[in-house]
C-alpha cells in the first residue's frame, strides 16, 4: 500500500523529471464485458479520462452509459471543492448497493480524491468494496491493477512526482479537438488550492514530443489543439533548455494545425513574448483565460497570487490593444477568509473594468492541509452566497453584452456537431470560444464555416451559414 503523505508534498526536489515510456498492455480477458467511467474535474481529468478509456479498451472492455450494465467502475474525481467530493461520495452510495448484488464488478477510484491521505484513509474504513485506488501519477498502471485484482484493496497511489510518462494511448471525445498536455502538476501553491498537493510539482513535457503529437493530430484531421497545463506560463522552467512557452507556442503555429489555444495562463508572468506570438500567428485563437481570483490587492495577498489589481488591469489591457478581437474570461472566488465588502467592491471594480466576455464564479472552499484552510472566517456562508449571486448578475450582464456586440457580424465557426436543443441545427465555436448554434446541413460537421450571427443569449448565440 503506498498513500502519499499530503504534510510532505510541499518538499520538492531539484531533481529533474524523469522521462519513462509507458508499457502497454493488450489483453482479451475482459471481451465482450463492459465498463462504466465518470468523470469530474477540469479538463486535466477529461484528458486523463481519454488515456483510462484506452487501457479499458486495450482489455477487451467496451463503454457504456448504463453502470448497471458494467464489470469494471472506474471514477475519476476531483478534489478541488467540497461539493466535488460530496458528488463523489453520492455516487459511492448507489455503487456500494451494486456490489452487493454483483460482487465481482470492480471498482476503482482515481483522480485528485486518490491524492488526498484522509479521502483515503476514509475509502480504506467507509468503502471497503472499493477494489483499487489509483492516483493522478500512476494513472498508467491502472492496466495492471485491473488484472492483478482479486477482491482485495488494492492502494496504489504515488506521492513521488518526478515522471513524465510518454508513449501513452488516448481514446480521444472527439475526432475535431484535442487536448495535448504541455506540463503536468503546479508550484505556485495558491493558499486556497489543492492542486499543487494532488498533481506534483510543474514537470513539462519535452517540446519535440508535444509537437510529434500536435503534427501526428494534424495528419489525423484534427482541427484545434488545447494545450493543457495548470499554469502554461511556467512551461520549460523545469527543464534548464532554452525555451519557454512563448517559444512552445510558436513552433505549435508552425505547424499549421488551423486552431490552437491553452488553458490556464496565470496572471503572473504572462510575457510580452506570449503576446506578441499570440498576435502574430493566425492560428492561435484570440481567447485568453485569465483568472483573477480577487480584485482586492490584500485577498490577492493572502491568496499568494504574485499580482496586484493594477498589474492584472495593466495586462488585460496589453492583450485589449495587442490581439485583434481578443476574448477574456476569469475565474473568481468570493467569501476568501474575512472577505470584507471593501475586498468584494474591488473583485466588482475589476469586473466593471474588464468587462469579462464569460466567467466561473465560485464561492471558497476551505481544502484540507492548505494554508488557506487555517485562517480565521468572519463571513457567514449566507453573506458569501449573496456575493456570489450579485457578482452572476454583473458577470452575466457583460456575458450577455459580449455576445451581442457580435450579432450582425460574420465569424469564422469550428463546427462540432449536431445541436442536442435542436436536431435541425448543428453547434460549434468562433475564434474567441463563443458557442454558436447555427442553422446549416449536417455535413458542415468538422469544418469551418463563415456564419452571420444572428441573435445573442446570455450563454450562446444564433447564426447561419454565410
Ligand atoms: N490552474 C488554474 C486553476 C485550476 S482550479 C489557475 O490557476 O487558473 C480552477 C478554479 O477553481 C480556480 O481558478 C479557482 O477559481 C477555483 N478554486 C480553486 N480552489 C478553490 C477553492 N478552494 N475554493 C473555491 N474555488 C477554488
Ligand atoms: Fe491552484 Fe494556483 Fe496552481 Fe492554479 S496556479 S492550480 S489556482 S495553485
Ligand atoms: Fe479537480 Fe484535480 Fe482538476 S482537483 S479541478 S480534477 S486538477
Redesign the pocket.
Known amino acids: 500500500m503506498n498513500v502519499p503523505d499530503l504534510k510532505k508534498a510541499k518538499i520538492r526536489t531539484n531533481k529533474p523529471s524523469l522521462y519513462k515510456d509507458v508499457l502497454k498492455i493488450n489483453s482479451d480477458i475482459f471481451k465482450g464485458q463492459k465498463y462504466f467511467l465518470k468523470t469530474y474535474g477540469?479538463q486535466m481529468n477529461v484528458h486523463d479520462s481519454e488515456q483510462i478509456r484506452a487501457i479499458l479498451e486495450n482489455l477487451g472492455l467496451e463503454e457504456t452509459e448504463i453502470m448497471e450494465e458494467a464489470r469494471v467502475i472506474v471514477l475519476n474525481t476531483c478534489a478541488?471543492?467540497e461539493n466535488a467530493h460530496d458528488k463523489v461520495f453520492g455516487y459511492l452510495g448507489r455503487i456500494k448497493h451494486l456490489k452487493k448484488e454483483h460482487p465481482d464488478i470492480i471498482v476503482a477510484l482515481g483522480g485528485c480524491m486518490s491524492q488526498e491521505e484522509s479521502v483515503v484513509n476514509e475509502i480504506i474504513k467507509r468503502h471497503p468494496y472499493i477494489n483499487i485506488v489509483f492516483g493522478t501519477h500512476n494513472i498508467h498502471e491502472l492496466g495492471n491493477l485491473i488484472l492483478n485484482n482479486h477482491k482485495d484493496q488494492d492502494i496504489e497511489v504515488y506521492s513521488e512526482e518526478g515522471c513524465v510518462y510518454e508513449g501513452m494511448d488516448y481514446q480521444r471525445d472527439s475526432k475535431i479537438t484535442a487536448w495535448v498536455n504541455i506540463m503536468y502538476g503546479?508550484d505556485?501553491f495558491?493558499t486556497?488550492?489543492?492542486?499543487p498537493y494532488t498533481r506534483g510539482k510543474e514537470r513539462s513535457r519535452k517540446m519535440e514530443e508535444i509537437i510529434k503529437e500536435v503534427n501526428l493530430l494534424k495528419e489525423e484531421g484534427y482541427q484545434e489543439v488545447t494545450l493543457l497545463g495548470?499554469?502554461v506560463n511556467a512551461y520549460g522552467n523545469d527543464l534548464n533548455l532554452n525555451y519557454n512557452f512563448a517559444t512552445l507556442l510558436e513552433e505549435v503555429a508552425k505547424t499549421n494545425i488551423p486552431r490552437i489555444r491553452f488553458v490556464?495562463s496565470?496572471p503572473w508572468n504572462f510575457t510580452s513574448e506570449m503576446i506578441d506570438i499570440i498576435s502574430k500567428y493566425d492560428n492561435i485563437m484570440p481567447y485568453i483565460?485569465l483568472?483573477l481570483?480577487s480584485g482586492s490587492n490584500r485577498i490577492l495577498k493572502l491568496m499568494g497570487r504574485r499580482y496586484t489589481k493594477e498589474e492584472y488591469l495593466d495586462l488585460v489591457s496589453k492583450l485589449k490593444s495587442k490581439i485583434k478581437d481578443v476574448m477574456i474570461t476569469t475565474?473568481?472566488?468570493v467569501g476568501f477568509p474575512n472577505e470584507t465588502e471593501q475586498d468584494f467592491q474591488d473583485t466588482l471594480d475589476v469586473v466593471n473594468k474588464v468587462k469579462y466576455d464569460g466567467a466561473?464564479t465560485?464561492?471558497?472552499?476551505?481544502?484540507e492541509g492548505?494554508p488557506?484552510s487555517k485562517m480565521p472566517d468572519n463571513v457567514t456562508l449566507e453573506e458569501k452566497e449573496k456575493r456570489l449571486q450579485r457578482l452572476n448578475e454583473i458577470i452575466n450582464q457583460y456575458s450577455k453584452e459580449s455576445n451581442e456586440r457580435l450579432i450582425g457580424k460574420v465569424e469564422e465557426v469550428l463546427i462540432l456537431g449536431e445541436s442536442e436543443k435542436d436536431l435541425n441545427k448543428v453547434y460549434g465555436y468562433t475564434k474567441g470560444m463563443k458557442l454558436v448554434n447555427v442553422e446549416a446541413k449536417k455535413d458542415v460537421i468538422g469544418k469551418t464555416i463563415n456564419v452571420l450571427i444572428t441573435d445573442a443569449k446570455s450563454f450562446s448565440l444564433d447564426g447561419k451559414e454565410n
Open positions: 477540469c478541488i471543492r503546479c505556485k495558491c486556497y488550492c489543492i492542486v495548470q499554469n490556464t496565470h483565460h483568472p481570483q475565474d473568481i472566488i466561473y465560485f464561492i471558497y472552499s476551505p481544502r492548505t488557506a
